[in-house]
C-alpha cells in the first residue's frame, strides 16, 4: 500500500497491536486498515487528532513529541505554556507556581499562550465584522481545520483565517528573546507545551505560516510530573503571569465563542460530533450561524491525549482558576502590531486524500468499478475484512491495496454457512 510521505506525530508499536478493529472503526477520515492482524495507517489521510491514542485497549499507539532534553541545544529557551497546563495541578491557586517551576527546569523565558487567545478574541471580532462569508469556521483546533482541509473542500471559503494563539506566541516570544538576551536566531529555543498530537503536527509542519514558528514541541504529561518536584519547593513564585479570563478560558470548548460574544454561534467538542456538524454545514443546514468553534477532543484542548488529566476535573480547575483572573487585561494596541501580524500568512493546501486517479477518465471508471462492489457486499460494516466500512473495502479492492481475489469475510461466512446447512 503506497503511503505519501506526510509527518507522523502518531505511530503504532506493531507488537503491542492486536488487530482488535478498535481504532479503525473511529477514525473520522478513515485512515486505518487492519491487514495481517496489524493496524496500519493511511497517513495521507491522518489528521492526527488522537482519536487513536485515545482508544485504543492496548497502548500501540504512541504520540511523537520532542524529548525533554532537546531544549539544552540552545543558549536561550523560551516555554509557551498553554492554559491546559495550569488544568493538571490539584489545588493550584496562582498559576505562577507553574511558570516559576519552568524557570527551575532550565527554560530562561516562559511566555502565556492564553495572552496571544485575548489578541485574537479582537481579531476575530474584527473579522466577523468583515467577513461576507457566514458561518466562519475557527481555525484554532488544528485537528479540525485538518479534517476540512482532507474531507471538506467544500467548506475552506468559512474557515477564519486567523493564525493559532500558539503561532502568535511564538512570534511575539521570538521577538521578544532577541531583543532581551542578545543572542541570535539560531541560539534561541522556541518550545511550545502541547495537549495533543495535531498540534504537535501543525506546528512541526507550519499550517498557515510560511515556515515553522517553534523548534521543538515538548508534552503537557512529561512536562507535568518534571514540574511536580520542583513546584513543591518553590515558596515564593515569580509573578510572571499575564493572562486574564478571556485567554484562559479557550482551554476548553466554547471559550473561544464566550470571548467572541456573539448570539448565533454553535461550541460543539469531540471528533463524532464535529464530523456531524461539518456534514451538516456542508449540506446548507447551519447557515444562520455566524460562528463556529469546533473541538477534535471532549471538553476541547483540556481533553488532548498528552493530559494527564480528566477532562471533567480539568474544566472544574479551569472555572476556579478563571474566576480568581483580572478581567480583560490583553489587548491588540497593547502589542501594537498591524491587524496582518494575527492572520494567516499563506493559505493551507487542500489535500486530495480521497481522489482515485489523476486521470478523470480513470477515475470515472474505477468509482464505476467500486460502485459495482460495493452493490454486491453485505453493506453491514462490520470490518471483519480489515477496512472501516464495505464501501473502504470496495475502494481498497479497485485501488489495490488488498488483493483483487481477497473476497468479503462476511459473506465467505455465509457460503460456508449454507454448505453446513446442506449437509
Known amino acids: 500500500m503506497e503511503l505519501v510521505n506526510k509527518l507522523h506525530t502518531v505511530s503504532l508499536d506493531p507488537e503491542k497491536c492486536k488487530g482488535c478493529l478498535t481504532c479503525m472503526r473511529r477514525c473520522p477520515t478513515e485512515a486505518i486498515r487492519v491487514r495481517n492482524g496489524k493496524a496500519m495507517v493511511l497517513y495521507e489521510r491522518c489528521i492526527s487528532c488522537g482519536e487513536c491514542v485515545r482508544l485504543c485497549p492496548h497502548n500501540a499507539k504512541k504520540v511523537q513529541y520532542d524529548d ?27 498559576v505562577n507556581y507553574v511558570l516559576t517551576g519552568l524557570l527551575e527546569l532550565g527554560f530562561d523565558s516562559v511566555m502565556e499562550v492564553a495572552q496571544s487567545a485575548e489578541y485574537i478574541t479582537e481579531t476575530t471580532k474584527k473579522e466577523l465584522r468583515k467577513s461576507k462569508k457566514m458561518p466562519l469556521i475557527s481555525t484554532a483546533c488544528p485537528a479540525v481545520l485538518d479534517l476540512i482541509l482532507v474531507r471538506y ?93 478571556r ?39 447551519l447557515n444562520d450561524l455566524e460562528f463556529i468553534e469546533l473541538n477534535a477532543c471532549v471538553g476541547g484542548c483540556i481533553g488532548g491525549v498528552l493530559n494527564v488529566e480528566n477532562p471533567f476535573v480539568a474544566r472544574a480547575r479551569l472555572l476556579n482558576l478563571k474566576n480568581e483572573l483580572p478581567p480583560n487585561i490583553n489587548h491588540l494596541s497593547d502589542v501594537d502590531k498591524d491587524d496582518s501580524y494575527y492572520l494567516w500568512q499563506v493559505n493551507p493546501d487542500l489535500q ?72
Open 153 to 245: 473542500h467544500n467548506l475552506v471559503d468559512n474557515l477564519l483565517k486567523v493564525l493559532a494563539p500558539v503561532d502568535i506566541t511564538a512570534k511575539l516570544a521570538r521577538e521578544r528573546a532577541e531583543e532581551v538576551s542578545g543572542y541570535k536566531k539560531e541560539d534561541i529555543g522556541i518550545f511550545f507545551i502541547s495537549p495533543c498530537p495535531a498540534k504537535i503536527y501543525a506546528l512541526k509542519t507550519g499550517i498557515g505560516v510560511t515556515k515553522p514558528l517553534v523548534d521543538g514541541v515538548l508534552s503537557v504529561g512529561e512536562v507535568y510530573f518534571k514540574l511536580l518536584d520542583v513546584m513543591n519547593n518553590i515558596a515564593e513564585p515569580k509573578k510572571l503571569s499575564k493572562i486574564g479570563p
Open 247 to 285: 485567554g484562559i478560558q479557550w482551554a476548553s470548548s466554547g471559550g473561544e465563542s464566550q470571548g467572541v460574544k456573539r448570539e448565533k454561534y454553535l461550541a460543539c467538542d469531540g471528533m463524532e460530533n464535529v464530523v456531524n456538524v461539518l456534514n451538516q454545514l456542508e449540506d446548507g443546514k
Open 68 to 94: 525533554f532534553s532537546t531544549i539544552n541545544n540552545y543558549k536561550y529557551k523560551v516555554a509557551l505554556v498553554p492554559p491546559t497546563l495550569y488544568t493538571q495541578f490539584n489545588n493550584l491557586k496562582d
Open 352 to 423: 486530495d486524500a480521497y481522489k482515485l486517479a489523476d486521470d478523470r477518465m480513470e477515475a470515472m471508471e474505477m468509482l464505476s468499478e467500486i460502485d459495482k462492489i460495493y452493490k454486491n457486499l453485505p453493506q453491514i460494516d462490520c470490518g471483519k475484512c480489515g477496512s472501516p466500512s464495505c464501501r473502504a473495502f470496495a475502494e481498497d479492492k479497485v485501488k489495490g491495496y488488498v488483493d483483487k481475489n481477497y473476497n468479503c469475510p462476511q459473506l465467505e461466512d455465509k457460503i460456508i454457512g449454507n454448505v453446513n446447512e446442506n449437509y
